[in-house]
C-alpha cells in the first residue's frame, strides 16, 4: 500500500519508514527538509497549511508521528510549542485528507499514555478516562487527540503509547546513562509504574494497525502486557549493564538534576499501569513482552525484524 508519514524525520518516524519500506510498501515521508537521509519518497511540508503535498494523501494510509520531543522543562512556552508542534500538523493533514477525491483508508493517529497522567495503581485500559493534567502530559495529549477526532479516513487509530525503548533514543540514551555514571538507583520511591514497549513491537503494532482489520478502530494501547515498576526497570538495567545496585534518587534530587538537565522531572516521577487490552483480544503477539529479554536484546544491537503478527 501507499503510506503517508508526517513526521518522519524523527527517530521513531525513520524507523517506521524503513521498516515499511522493507515490506516493499510505498511510503511518502512528509518533511520540513526532504534533503535529509532516511526510507521513502521525501516531500516538503510547512506542518501547518495545505499546498502541493496534499495529492500524496489520495488513497494513501496515513500515519501521524507529529510533535517535538517532550524531554524539556515544563513551562508555558514549553506545553505551547509542544501542543502547536502536534496540533498544527495534525490539523493541515485533516484538512487536505478533507480535499482529495479517494478517502483515506486507514489514519493512524499517534498519542501518548500520558494522557493518562500520574495513575498511581490503576490498571489501565483502552476504556480509561484522560486526565485533566499535569498540562505537559495529559493536557498536550488530549488536545492532539482532539485534533484528529473528525479526521475524513474510513478506519482511524489513535496510538497511545508507552515508552518505546531504542538504541540511540533520548530515553535510552538517558537511562543507560545514569547506570553507567553510577546513578542507576531508584528513582524517587521507585513505585512508578513504567508502561514501556520494545521498538520492534511497536513496528509490529504499526504494522498490524494498517492492515485491513476492522476489530482495530479507535484508541489502541501500543505497549508491552508487562508494565514494571521504576525500582524493577532501574534494576534491570544495571544487571544488563553489569552495573552493582545504586543508592535511589530521591524526589528533591531529580527536581534539582531536572533544572540542570533542562528536563521535565515528571518524566521520572510519573507513572501509569497500562495493559494493551484491544491488541491482545485482537490476538496480537509480542515478541517481548518481559523487560529483562527486551532490555537484552536492545543491548545486544536490536532490533532485529520481526514478524508480522
Known amino acids: 500500500m501507499k503510506v503517508v508519514v508526517a513526521g518522519g524525520s524523527g527517530g521513531l518516524g525513520r524507523a517506521v519508514s524503513r521498516d515499511l519500506t522493507a515490506r516493499g510498501h510505498e511510503v511518502v515521508v512528509l518533511s520540513r ?23 500524496e494523501l489520495r488513497g494513501a494510509a496515513v500515519v501521524n508521528l507529529c510533535g517535538a520531543l517532550v524531554d524539556r522543562p515544563p513551562t508555558a512556552a514549553n506545553v505551547a510549542l509542544l501542543t502547536r508542534s502536534r496540533v498544527e500538523p495534525t490539523r493541515a493533514l485533516a484538512r487536505a485528507a478533507a480535499e482529495v477525491d479517494a478517502r483515506v483508508p486507514v489514519w493512524v493517529q499517534m498519542s501518548t499514555l500520558a494522557i493518562y497522567g500520574d495513575a498511581g495503581e490503576a490498571v489501565l485500559d483502552e476504556t480509561a478516562p484522560a486526565a485533566d493534567g499535569p498540562a505537559q502530559m495529559a493536557g498536550v495529549a488530549r488536545a492532539w487527540e482532539e485534533a484528529a477526532a473528525d479526521v475524513p479516513a474510513r478506519r482511524r487509530i489513535v496510538l497511545r503509547t508507552g515508552i518505546v525503548l531504542e538504541p540511540g533514543t533520548p530515553a535510552m540514551r538517558r537511562l543507560t546513562g545514569l547506570v553507567r555514571w553510577g546513578l542507576g538507583g531508584r528513582v524517587g520511591d521507585g513505585r512508578q509504574w513504567i508502561s514501556w514497549l520494545h521498538v520492534a513491537d511497536l513496528l509490529a503494532v504499526m504494522r498490524r494497525c494498517l492492515d485491513d482489520d476492522p476489530a482495530l478502530s479507535g484508541v489502541v494501547h501500543a505497549t508491552s502486557p508487562r508494565p514494571v515498576r521504576n525500582a524493577e526497570l532501574m534494576a534491570t538495567l544495571r544487571r544488563a549493564l553489569h552495573r552493582p545496585p545504586a543508592p535511589p534518587t530521591p524526589a528533591t534530587l531529580v527536581r534539582l538534576g531536572a533544572r540542570v538537565l533542562r528536563t521535565d522531572p515528571a518524566l ?18 509480542f515478541a517481548h513482552p518481559e523487560l529483562r529479554g527486551a532490555v537484552a536484546d536492545l543491548l545486544a544491537g536490536g532490533p532485529r525484524p520481526a514478524p508480522h503478527r
Open 33 to 55: 527538509s526532504p534533503a535529509a537521509p532516511g526510507s521513502g519518497r521525501w516531500v516538503r511540508w510547512d506542518g501547518a497549511t495545505v499546498g502541493a503535498w496534499a495529492g
Open 268 to 285: 521520572a516521577l510519573t507513572g501509569r499501569r497500562c495493559v494493551p487490552a484491544r491488541l491482545e483480544a485482537a490476538g496480537f503477539r
